[in-house]
């Protein structure tokens, strides 16, 4: 599972759903037009408040990426309470109602297309972990046959003739993945984060 | 859009899928894969790589100070 890898792979993997995350909570804060700096900056210091000390996801606590969004809610409102004058500008369009930008958190609805964007993208990134996850499950040769025909998309008999082995030895190392996806697809851990 | 995904994570994993399923599911696997590899070829991926670099390495030296 990602939290339980280094910090490269874990932004290899989940950079997208973090970024539509982070964009989510720009906007519950009222906050639609965020800069790429500091959309990057905030992703950036999401990956290291998760990566250090006070890293404390427990998965018996909840979902993965519900833990992932509380952490870009809390990023976001460090980074718009580190700015002085956003933070004014964001209590002047709320007519200085709020006081606290924790309270605008929940003063809008979410926006149903970045959304949809982060659960797509969140999913993607699961499927991707769980691949990751079978190469270690499998020889590197299954493994190669497999992402040559069914990810880059050459042909059975190309493969085989690469491998000097039959068209059948191919067809197997495809089964072979997809049953071992099949199997991590029915663990708990995986299932409990595919349903978001 | 119903996933092919959605039947997988839904049943038993020692029940075989039809051609067609299977098919589905290995099409949406590689467009996720060949997607998420496409934003780590990004110039911004490697933006933000460097700048968790840059603080991880902050970091590690304020703590080794105090």
């Known amino acids: 599972m990602p939290y339980q890898t280094a910090w490269s792979t874990f932004f290899d993997l989940y950079h997208t759903p973090l970024r539509f995350a982070v964009l989510a909570a720009f906007r519950r804060c009222n906050w639609d037009r965020v800069s790429e700096e500091m959309l990057e900056e905030t992703i950036a210091d999401i990956v290291v408040s998760f990566f250090k000390a006070e890293f404390s996801y427990d998965r018996e606590n909840g979902k993965f990426r519900n833990y992932l969004r509380q952490l870009a809610a809390w990023r976001v409102r460090d980074k718009i309470t580190q700015l002085p004058k956003a933070r004014e500008t964001l209590m002047g369009q709320l007519d200085g109602e709020t006081t606290d930008v924790q309270e605008l958190d929940s003063s809008r609805p979410p926006d149903e297309a970045i959304e949809e964007k982060e659960r797509e993208a969140y999913r993607s990134a699961l499927l991707t972990t769980m691949l990751e996850d079978v190469r270690n499950r499998v020889s590197p040769q299954t493994f190669l046959m497999f992402e040559m025909t069914k990810i880059l998309g050459h042909s059975p008999e190309e493969v085989a003739e690469q491998f000097k082995v039959k068209r059948n030895v191919v067809d197997n190392a495809v089964f072979r993945v997809l049953g071992k996806l099949k199997e991590l697809a029915a663990q708990p851990e995986y299932r409990k984060e595919y349903w978001l | ?66």
């Open chain 2, 1 to 66: 859009m119903k996933s092919a995904w959605d039947s997988i994570f839904n049943s038993d994993a020692r029940k075989p899928l039809s051609p067609e399923e299977q098919e589905q599911a290995l099409r949406e696997l590689a467009k996720s894969v060949t997607d998420v590899s496409n934003v780590q070829a990004s110039p911004e991926h490697q933006r933000i790589s460097q700048l968790i670099r840059e603080k991880l390495a902050q970091q590690a030296q304020e703590k080794s100070r105090s």
